[in-house]
């Protein structure tokens, strides 16, 4: 069954200027990301969008399968990201024939997953029958007991109130934050309602360790020390 893998990345970043084209232990940010979606053995294309040239250029260099260039009206600080997904999507489609069951979106800018991490989004959607699957970490506050909203006036209160209130974090619903690292969709449903979220989407869930989505400074930092440990343990080099 062929797969296509759809990976993003705008040249222009505010939160960590020039994100998508850093030097990450010695490597563009966007080839950790290309690597992971080659080592599952999933694909048979990985497409990379980019508004960028030099993005585009350096994402064939590191492996990618196809360059698709995203329309300007695709590239602004404020343009949402699923229209440029599916333009991906149907660049790679039609410039491979494919018509895949299923396809995965990757974001560079997460680049502590495994090829596991994806391997297991992939088949939780395929046994669930699922329209989508995200990825997310367990969070850290619980919109029932202590997370909180400002109101227009200042004032706070719980995200969420329960009937009865819950008194201990143990006692409320498993709450996560997404990480922005992989997106699983059933191509049928993704085209002809093209979101993320549905009525029966599924949470893949990934430890904390794999789980830092980078925009900003400190991000950067936190993920480059994970990573140099975990090559490490690995006896390998950056």
């Known amino acids: 069954m062929s797969l296509i893998c759809t990976i993003c990345a705008r040249g222009g970043s505010k939160g960590v200027v020039g994100k998508n084209?850093?030097?990450l232990l010695g490597r563009p940010?966007?080839?950790?990301?290309?690597?992971?979606?080659?080592?599952?053995?999933?694909?048979?294309?990985i497409a990379f969008s980019s508004d960028s040239d030099v993005l585009l250029q350096e994402a064939l260099r590191s492996g990618a399968d196809i360059a698709v260039k995203r329309p300007a009206e695709m590239a602004t600080d404020a343009a949402p990201k699923i229209p440029a997904i599916r333009h991906c999507l149907e660049q790679a489609m039609q410039r491979t024939g494919l018509t895949p069951e299923i396809f995965v979106d990757l974001d560079v800018t997460a680049p502590l997953r495994l090829a596991s991490d994806i391997t297991g989004a992939v088949a939780l959607l395929r046994d669930s029958?699922?329209?989508?699957?995200?990825?997310?970490?367990?969070?850290?506050?619980s919109p029932y007991f202590n997370l909180v909203e400002e109101r227009k006036d200042g004032t706070v209160g719980l995200s969420k109130i329960a009937d009865p209130p819950i008194v201990r974090r143990q006692d409320s619903p498993r709450c996560f934050d997404m990480n922005a690292s992989i997106y699983?969709?059933?191509?049928?449903?993704?085209?002809?309602?093209?979101?993320v979220f549905y009525p029966d989407t599924r949470l893949f869930e990934?430890?904390?360790e794999r789980s830092v989505d980078i925009d900003s400074e400190i991000d950067f930092t936190l993920v480059e020390l994970l990573l140099r440990k975990r090559l490490a343990q690995q006896g390998t080099s950056p």
């Open 206 to 208: 990934m430890p904390e």
């Open 129 to 141: 029958g699922a329209p989508s699957v995200i990825t997310g970490v367990p969070a850290r506050r």
């Open 29 to 45: 940010m966007l080839a950790w990301t290309i690597e992971q979606a080659k080592q599952t053995g999933l694909f048979t294309a």
């Open 21 to 23: 084209s850093r030097m």
């Open 184 to 195: 699983v969709w059933n191509v049928a449903a993704f085209l002809d309602d093209p979101r």
